[in-house]
Structure formats: structure tokens, C-alpha cells
């Protein structure tokens, strides 16, 4: 592939793609790929929720195959190290001076798979690469690749040997993304599919082609970057997040950073989409995924069985949409 931007009309064509190479192999998650993808565009990092079994391993697996780029994944563990993740300083017997191994996180991909299985210490480490791209270690900054991005997964119904993420490691996801369960339908072609040979623990049997690599992917974000948004656009985004600051049931709203995922979430999605402009839809339709996880309920309506999710659609049906 060469390396010449890529041009306004190929963009969503790029996109669809992607998303249709997940598609092929993640059946019954298309508004999980899709906010995937989103993720990919916009440069952001995403966090996917779900029971075991609901193929969140297996969506980031299949994303990689359909990038040109380097893939690596980490297993978190309660005694997973900081430099099992950055690297570590080695010494050398023959030069007599220390040289630095490389940790996972140097790639362009990386799976932090069950990330809060992994101590404070660890996810801390993490934090510094997802927010300034770049690690530091014993004093020495090192940059990480243009197009580092992460994509974690944890289990949330399972609490023995966790560690919950701290609210500003979980403000550095673009997303957070609910993985549920597939309808019936298609969890029946799942089934088909492994009579046909399909194994997710085999990656060669993924029905997975490569479509664009790290030049293309880098000269799209910046295209993304470009994506118009009409003043009012802009101020509806504000008023979302700000209204998330009066909502009665949050004892803690969305800070400033969050009306910032939600404008770039919203340009991926236009781009995803076709556009060259950003629309309410765009924005309303990642309100939810972008939000989620910066917003916590007060004790008294977590009690009271409210979710996160429900007090946002109720924001977006307060907050008035542009025409």
C-alpha cells in the first residue's frame, strides 16, 4: 500500500471494510464492531464489558488480522509487574551497561486482556502509555508507535482477584462497550459455524483478510480530525456532558475530557457513515458508550436498581437535539 493520504470519498469506504471483516467472524455484535471501529478512527482507546463467551477476545483477535500492523496481547494477572508491561532495563555482562528490553505495550495494537485482574501499580503504568503515548522507566522516556492503541477487556460479574479501574484510568477509554449476548438467530449460525471448522482458539481458521495498514490508518485518523461539525453540533455535545454534572443520581459527572471523546467519537461515526459532517444522530447514538463509565451513580439510586445507561437516555431525552 502507498503511503498518499487517503482520499475524502475512500474514507467510509475504508471503514465499512474493516467493520465488514469482523462482522464476518463476531456474529450477532454489530453495534460492538461498530464502536470498535469508531474507536480505531477516532484514535481512541476502548474498554469491552461482558460476560465470558460473549466473543471480546475474539472481536480484538479478528480487528488485528484485518490491520497491517503489529498485534500483541497481555494477559492481566494480580502478578503482572509494571515491567512485564514497559520493559525493563537489562545489564549486559560483555558491554558493562544496561540495555532496554522492550515490554508488550511497544506495539501497535495491544489486547489487555481482563485488565482489572491486574494491581493499581500496573493499570498505572498503563495509564501514562494510553494518555501521552509513551513510556517512562528508570528516568528515560520512550515514544510509543503513532497508532499505539488499546483495547481491554474485563468481566463484569466476577469480583474475587479483581482490581475495579480508577476513575482516571477509566477516562482515558474513548469507550466503554457493552458485549451481551447474541440474538438466537445468530447465536445458531455460531454453532453452524463451528461444524464448518471455526475454532476462535485457532486463528487460522478466521474467515479474516487484511485491509489497510499502519500508513493508510495513520493518514485516515487525520482525515477523521477534519470531519465538520456546525456550531450548534458543538454545543449540544456541551450540554450533554454538562447536564450529566446536574443529574441528581450522579454523584460524579463527565469532566471537560468527555465532551472531547464524544466530538471525536461522533466525527469516527460520521466518516464510518459516509459524511464529511458530524450530525445529532452521531452524537446521540455515542452518548452512552463514551459516557458510561465517566459518570457514578450515588449509593441510594445504585440501591434503587438505576444503571448508568438509563440516566443517560434520560439526558439525551431532556437535552434539545439541533435540527
Same mark, same amino acid.
Given at each position: 500500500?502507498?503511503?498518499?493520504?487517503?482520499?475524502?470519498?475512500?474514507?467510509?469506504?475504508?471503514?465499512?471494510?474493516?467493520?465488514?471483516?469482523?462482522?464476518?467472524?463476531?456474529?450477532?455484535?454489530?453495534?460492538?464492531?461498530?464502536?470498535?471501529?469508531?474507536?480505531?478512527?477516532?484514535?481512541?482507546?476502548?474498554?469491552?464489558?461482558?460476560? =465470558?463467551? %460473549?466473543?471480546?477476545?475474539?472481536?480484538?483477535?479478528?480487528?488485528?488480522?484485518?490491520?497491517?500492523?503489529?498485534?500483541?496481547?497481555?494477559?492481566?494477572?494480580?502478578?503482572?509487574? =509494571?515491567?512485564?508491561?514497559?520493559?525493563?532495563?537489562?545489564?549486559?555482562?560483555?558491554?558493562?551497561?544496561?540495555?532496554?528490553?522492550?515490554?508488550?505495550?511497544?506495539?501497535?495494537?495491544?489486547?489487555?486482556?481482563?485488565?482489572?485482574?491486574?494491581?493499581?501499580?500496573?493499570?498505572?503504568?498503563?495509564?501514562?502509555?494510553?494518555?501521552?503515548?509513551?513510556?517512562?522507566?528508570?528516568?528515560?522516556?520512550?515514544?510509543?508507535?503513532?497508532?499505539?492503541?488499546?483495547?481491554?477487556?474485563?468481566?463484569?460479574?466476577?469480583?474475587?482477584? %479483581?482490581?475495579?479501574? =480508577?476513575?482516571?484510568?477509566?477516562?482515558?477509554?474513548?469507550?466503554?462497550?457493552?458485549?451481551?449476548?447474541?440474538?438466537?438467530?445468530?447465536?445458531?449460525?455460531?454453532?453452524?459455524?463451528?461444524?464448518?471448522?471455526?475454532?476462535?482458539?485457532?486463528?487460522?481458521?478466521?474467515?479474516?483478510?487484511?485491509?489497510?495498514?499502519?500508513?493508510?490508518?495513520?493518514?485516515?485518523?487525520?482525515?477523521?480530525?477534519?470531519?465538520?461539525?456546525?456550531?450548534?453540533?458543538?454545543?449540544?455535545?456541551?450540554?450533554?456532558?454538562?447536564?450529566?454534572?446536574?443529574?441528581?443520581?450522579?454523584?460524579?459527572?463527565?469532566?471537560?475530557?468527555?465532551?472531547?471523546?464524544?466530538?471525536?467519537?461522533?466525527?469516527?461515526?460520521?466518516?464510518?457513515?459516509?459524511?464529511?459532517?458530524?450530525?445529532?444522530?452521531?452524537?446521540?447514538?455515542?452518548?452512552?458508550?463514551?459516557?458510561?463509565?465517566?459518570?457514578?451513580? %450515588?449509593?441510594?439510586?445504585?440501591?434503587?436498581?438505576?444503571?448508568?445507561?438509563?440516566?443517560?437516555?434520560?439526558?439525551?431525552?431532556?437535552?434539545?437535539? =439541533?435540527?
Amino acid at each position: 500500500m502507498n503511503d498518499s493520504p487517503v482520499e475524502r470519498d475512500e474514507q467510509a469506504t475504508l471503514g465499512e471494510r474493516i467493520r465488514d471483516q469482523l462482522e464476518g467472524v463476531v456474529l450477532g455484535q454489530e453495534a460492538v464492531v461498530e464502536q470498535m471501529v469508531i474507536t480505531l478512527l477516532a484514535g481512541g482507546h476502548a474498554l469491552l464489558e461482558g460476560p =465470558p463467551g %460473549t466473543a471480546k477476545t475474539l472481536a480484538i483477535r479478528s480487528l488485528a488480522l484485518a490491520l497491517d500492523v503489529e498485534f500483541r496481547r497481555v494477559q492481566f494477572t494480580p502478578d503482572l509487574m =509494571p515491567t512485564d508491561l514497559t520493559g525493563v532495563n537489562i545489564y549486559d555482562e560483555r558491554t558493562r551497561d544496561f540495555s532496554f528490553r522492550e515490554g508488550p505495550v511497544f506495539t501497535d495494537l495491544l489486547l489487555a486482556d481482563e485488565i482489572n485482574r491486574a494491581p493499581a501499580k500496573t493499570q498505572a503504568a498503563l495509564l501514562e502509555a494510553m494518555q501521552e503515548a509513551q513510556v517512562t522507566t528508570d528516568g528515560d522516556t520512550r515514544p510509543l508507535p503513532s497508532i499505539f492503541t488499546v483495547f481491554a477487556s474485563q468481566n463484569p460479574i466476577e469480583y474475587e482477584g %479483581t482490581f475495579p479501574l =480508577p476513575e482516571a484510568q477509566l477516562d482515558r477509554f474513548l469507550l466503554k462497550i457493552d458485549v451481551g449476548y447474541p440474538l438466537p438467530a445468530a447465536e445458531r449460525e455460531i454453532l453452524d459455524r463451528y461444524a464448518q471448522g471455526f475454532r476462535a482458539d485457532r486463528v487460522a481458521t478466521y474467515p479474516v483478510a487484511q485491509v489497510t495498514d499502519r500508513v493508510q490508518l495513520g493518514a485516515l485518523r487525520e482525515e477523521v480530525r477534519k470531519t465538520h461539525a456546525e456550531p450548534a453540533i458543538l454545543d449540544y455535545v456541551t450540554a450533554i456532558v454538562r447536564a450529566t454534572r446536574e443529574e441528581p443520581t450522579f454523584v460524579l459527572g463527565a469532566s471537560p475530557r468527555a465532551s472531547v471523546a464524544l466530538y471525536l467519537a461522533a466525527q469516527g461515526r460520521a466518516v464510518l457513515h459516509g459524511r464529511d459532517f458530524v450530525t445529532p444522530d452521531d452524537v446521540k447514538q455515542l452518548a452512552t458508550p463514551v459516557l458510561r463509565h465517566r459518570v457514578l451513580l %450515588t449509593p441510594d439510586a445504585a440501591v434503587e436498581g438505576r444503571t448508568a445507561d438509563e440516566r443517560i437516555a434520560s439526558i439525551l431525552d431532556r437535552v434539545e437535539s =439541533p435540527s
